[in-house]
């Protein structure tokens, strides 16, 4: 069984900053892509950032220059810094990842972490 928990989230005042992490754990034999998506209140799950295993890093337009995606192989842990938060940026960051089990590769979530940008 595979699990993913992020950690990190909360209250953030706007042009703060923060870190999120997010762990995969259980019997992994591999991990291809590694992601954060986020919800907004009534607005549908989007992209925010995806790395490869090899490390290379895509963004969605409105994360670009504000947000870092970067992981650690050894460690199966996946991270997302955002700088000069906004409260548009408010909404639930889910980590995905695409993961190789003994039953073949698999798209996992985590159950998410609140980012509130708020003064």
């Known amino acids: 069984q595979v699990q993913l928990v992020e950690s990190g989230g909360g209250l953030v005042q706007p042009g703060g900053s923060l870190r999120l992490s997010c762990a995969a754990s259980g019997s992994i034999f591999g991990i291809n892509r590694m992601g954060w998506y986020r919800q907004a209140p009534g607005k549908e799950r989007e992209s925010v950032a995806v790395?490869?295993?090899?490390?290379?890093?895509n963004y969605s337009e409105s994360a670009k220059g504000r947000f870092t995606i970067s992981r650690d192989n050894a460690r199966n842990l996946v991270y997302l810094e955002v700088y000069n938060l906004k409260p548009e940026d408010t909404a639930v960051y889910y980590c995905?990842?695409?993961?190789?089990?003994?039953?073949?590769?698999?798209?996992?979530w985590g159950q998410g972490t609140q980012v509130t940008v708020s003064s």
């Open positions: 995905n990842a695409r993961i190789a089990t003994m039953r073949g590769f698999n798209d996992y």
């Open positions: 790395v490869t295993s090899g490390g290379t890093a």
